[in-house]
């Protein structure tokens, strides 16, 4: 054989190895509206840019006829390649062979690229597509997810770990996503469950589809296992390359600059925010009139709406956004939104992304329900997080600050390195009505004219505390400024804080209130 020859050869070999499943499982695949795993990634990658390792990895198990049986790449397939021109390793599970079930070298695969990802400090994306962990392979299968958790947990803040969820991912499968950083799902397509329908059955006598059980909407509106949701899977890689241009590739970068723009002029910051605290707003609005271009990456959109997290440019650079959202229950803090806000703090702290929090609260939300759902501890999240985050922290209180909303959204007692406040912005223990019916209760009851003096009370309450003119005089707040001046002040904000040093005392690692 000359050169030529084993050239050709090669080339023989990997269009058989890149087959996957073939003809008739990829039909299937087409037929249930998903690309095939090789199309997913040229989808998403820069075009050209992919390069595969392991081709022509075989399994090695012998039981239940796996001896006779061979597997094209083993039902996954890995390389690296460039997203927006930075590079990025890559897995995507190949649902054609075996259901993508994962055995010992199947895992294996995921594993050494995962190792080559942290390695190179670039982020690593996954798509699964795969029916858990290969039962043929008994054992070998777990150990496989075991090896992959722990290493998605080495990883976790150092580069950015992504999950797409193309297809089933069942049993074990389910918590290498859970452990990432960002999940995205597609309608219709993306399937997460611990325990499959077939199993509810047998045990539990219970009939319910896969939608029903671990839909995408499932993920993206109720369980908030997902951060981004998509009608397609077009639209979902679309989401992924816009993420990926916001965020730095590993925790030593800083997120990449763009150029600077102005918010568009339709959204006017003055005429968003209504002086009455009752009246609801879209807190989103806000924020556009603040970022570049007013152009604001929201995640988690679905869920636990009362807040509000996401990115957007401010003069050209990276902030992560949290903030109360009047629109849905006043903007209340209850147990998932305390989640979702303490999560996304730690993600921009871990990956050098000030913060800027929007306040605009009457406190965490009152019930049986929260309190047996365990809001003590969950609330408990926010503060730690907050207090934890060393990046720059900026925040400005809207309107309402009440209670103990005041002191866990981004306040100056949990080291926010710079606080100002609206002018309609009230700092105060509680809502003036609550307040004056508690501490005038008995001027309230014995007056003549109860109601009257009730209302006096309010009055006076709210003459008292409902600006933010008290908290300014004991330096709580260091500017008390104008609607429109917000964005020059965060902007300046941002740059003077670009050295910024501030440690925590040595330990191992703190006990958050998980
Ligand atoms: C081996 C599997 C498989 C698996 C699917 N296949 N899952 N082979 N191990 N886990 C194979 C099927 O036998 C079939 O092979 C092909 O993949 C396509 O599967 P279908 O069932 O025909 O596809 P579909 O109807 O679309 O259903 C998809 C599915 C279903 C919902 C994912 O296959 C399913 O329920 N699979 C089992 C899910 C599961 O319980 N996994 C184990 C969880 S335990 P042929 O040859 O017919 O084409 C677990 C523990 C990990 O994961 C613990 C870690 C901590």
């Known amino acids: 054989m000359d050169l030529k020859d084993k050239i050709l050869e090669l080339q023989r070999r990997r269009e058989i190895a890149a087959k996957g499943g073939g003809d008739k499982a990829i039909e299937k695949q087409l037929s249930m509206g998903k690309l095939t795993a090789r199309d997913r990634i040229n989808a998403l990658l820069d075009p050209d840019s992919f390069h595969e390792y392991d081709l022509f990895v075989q399994h090695d198990a012998k039981d239940f006829g796996m001896d006779k049986k061979e597997l094209h790449g083993d039902g996954v397939i890995v390389g690296t390649g460039t997203i927006n021109g930075r590079p990025i390793s890559i897995f995507a599970q190949d649902f054609t062979v075996v259901g993508g079930s994962l055995g010992r070298m199947h895992a294996g695969k995921i594993t050494k690229i995962m190792d080559h990802a942290l390695k190179m400090r670039m982020p690593l994306i996954g798509i699964n597509d795969s029916g858990g962990a290969r039962i043929q392979e008994g054992v070998n299968s777990l150990a496989g997810y075991g090896e992959i958790f ?78 981004f949701f998509a009608h397609s899977e077009q639209e979902c890689f679309e989401q992924i390359k816009k993420l990926l241009s916001l965020i730095p590739w590993n925790n030593e970068e800083k997120a990449p600059r763009a150029v600077p723009k102005p918010p568009k002029a339709e959204y006017d910051i003055e005429k968003i925010v209504p002086v009455d605290p009752k009246e609801p707003y879209d807190v989103r609005d806000v924020i556009k009139a603040i970022v570049d271009d007013s152009d604001f990456f929201e995640v988690q959109e679905l869920w636990a709406a009362n807040a509000v997290i996401g990115f957007g440019r401010i003069n050209g650079e990276t902030v992560g956004f949290v ?5 849905v229950l006043a903007g209340v ?27 605009d609260l009457p406190g965490y939300l009152p019930g049986i329900d929260q309190e047996h759902m365990g809001v003590i501890r969950h609330g408990a999240k926010i503060l730690y997080s907050y207090s934890e985050a060393t990046v720059p922290k900026i925040t400005i209180i809207l309107r309402k600050a009440y209670g103990g909303g005041y002191i866990a959204m981004g306040s100056r007692h949990l080291r926010s390195d710079f606080v100002f406040a609206w002018p309609t912005a009230e700092i105060a ?15 309230i009851s014995e ?34 400024i104008a609607p429109f001046e917000t964005r020059k002040y965060i902007a300046h904000a941002i740059e003077v804080s670009v050295n910024k040093d501030a440690g925590l005392p040595r330990k191992k690692h703190g006990i958050p209130p998980f």
């Open 333 to 359: 803090l209850d147990v998932d939104s305390s989640d979702k806000i303490a999560r996304f703090i730690r993600y921009c702290d871990a990956f050098n992304i000030p913060i800027v929090t929007l306040v």
């Open 429 to 443: 223990v509680m809502g003036p009505e609550g307040a004056a019916n508690i501490i005038f209760k008995k001027e």
């Open 150 to 227: 722990f290493r998605n947990t080495l990883a976790s803040g150092v580069i950015p770990q992504i999950s797409v969820i193309l297809g089933p991912c069942a049993g074990g499968a389910v918590y290498s996503p859970a452990l990432t950083d960002w999940v995205f799902v597609v309608d219709k397509i993306s399937k997460m469950f611990i325990t499959g329908p077939e199993v509810i059955k047998s045990v539990l006598g219970e009939e319910i589809s896969q939608e029903e059980l671990g839909g995408a909407r499932v993920h993206a509106e109720i369980t908030g296992n997902a951060h």
């Open 323 to 327: 903030a109360n959202q009047p629109l």
């Open 447 to 480: 007056a003549p004219d109860p109601e009257a003096m009730r209302r006096e009370k309010v009055k006076e309450y709210t003459e008292k505390f409902a600006n933010p003119f008290v908290a300014a005089s004991k330096g709580y707040i260091d500017s008390v």
